[in-house]
């Protein structure tokens, strides 16, 4: 559990704004960066998604992106799909028809954080964007 519990810390370090009713967030002054979109909120849990942003447009299809639940009264965050894959389960046996990695739902978890890490070291800042 220690993955997703540091996942939730690193996701409010970087959205502070999320407990409120922010819909959507971009990187502030930069072309490129991560977006941050709403896409469920709930008493307990949100949904967003996390996307990277980069001006060339060849590199889109390789850009991360991942729906990630937030559940705040447990104070974890986990990772719901990644590049078009949904419902990771738990382990898997090798070799499987998807061709996932046994224990391919720790790994994308995993990567969610380094990822953060990574916008966190960069000095990512998150703006809300006004909607409509």
């Not at 409120?20 to 930069?30: I, T």
């Not at 469920?40 to 849990?45: D, G, I, L, S, W």
């Amino acid at each position: 559990m220690k993955i997703y519990e540091d996942n939730f810390r690193r996701l409010m370090t970087l959205l502070p704004e999320l407990d409120g009713e922010v819909q959507c967030c971009q990187g502030a002054g930069r072309r490129d960066g991560l977006s941050v979109d709403v896409l469920e909120r709930h008493k307990y849990t949100t949904v967003i998604k996390l996307a990277q942003r980069l001006p060339l447009s060849f590199l889109a299809a390789a850009m991360p992106r991942m729906i990630v639940r937030i559940y705040h009264d447990a104070g974890v965050a986990e990772v719901l799909s990644y590049q078009r894959h949904y419902r990771f389960k738990p382990k898997y046996d090798y070799p499987n028809p998807e061709m996932c990695q046994v224990r391919e739902k720790q790994r994308v978890n995993q990567f969610l954080g380094e990822w953060l890490d990574h916008c966190l070291a960069a000095g990512v800042s998150l703006r809300a964007v006004a909607l409509g």
